[in-house]
């Protein structure tokens, strides 16, 4: 059974960093491109960065850029996001997913897969 992991979530304050981790069981996804995407109360799921297959490649949200670093390690499966200079509208609920559908940098959510239970990201003012 497919299963990913997301973690590293907090409450920090503005400013603060955080490192999150999204770590896949079941399967290997080092031959899919994979996303981190977040969602805030009352708002969609909205796409926050993405990362080749390999890794060369990267592709950010605006209101990133900057701040977060997307990176994988396919030995163990997991992909991070290096968050630094976090604010107050980061608030929200992190999930990580594979691509399964779509090009190589779709920011859309339908064209991702095997959603997991997301991590929570908290930042006071």
């Known amino acids: 059974q497919v299963q990913l992991v997301e973690s590293g979530g907090g409450l920090v304050q503005a400013g603060g960093s955080l490192r999150l981790s999204c770590a896949a069981s079941?399967?290997?996804?080092?031959?899919?491109?994979m996303g981190w995407f977040r969602q805030a109360p009352g708002k969609e799921r909205e796409f926050v960065a993405s990362?080749?297959?390999?890794?060369?490649?990267?592709d950010y949200a605006d209101f990133v850029k900057g701040r977060f670093t997307i990176s994988r390690d396919n030995a163990k499966n997991t992909v991070y996001l290096q968050m630094n200079s976090l604010k107050p509208e980061d608030t929200a609920l992190y999930y990580c997913?594979?691509?399964?559908?779509?090009?190589?940098?779709?920011?859309?959510?339908?064209?991702?897969?095997?959603w997991g239970q997301g991590t929570q990201v908290t930042v006071s003012s």
């Open positions: 079941g399967r290997t996804f080092s031959g899919y491109d």
């Open positions: 997913a594979p691509r399964a559908y779509g090009s190589t940098w779709s920011r859309d959510p339908k064209d991702y897969a095997y």
């Open positions: 990362i080749t297959w390999r890794g060369g490649l990267t």
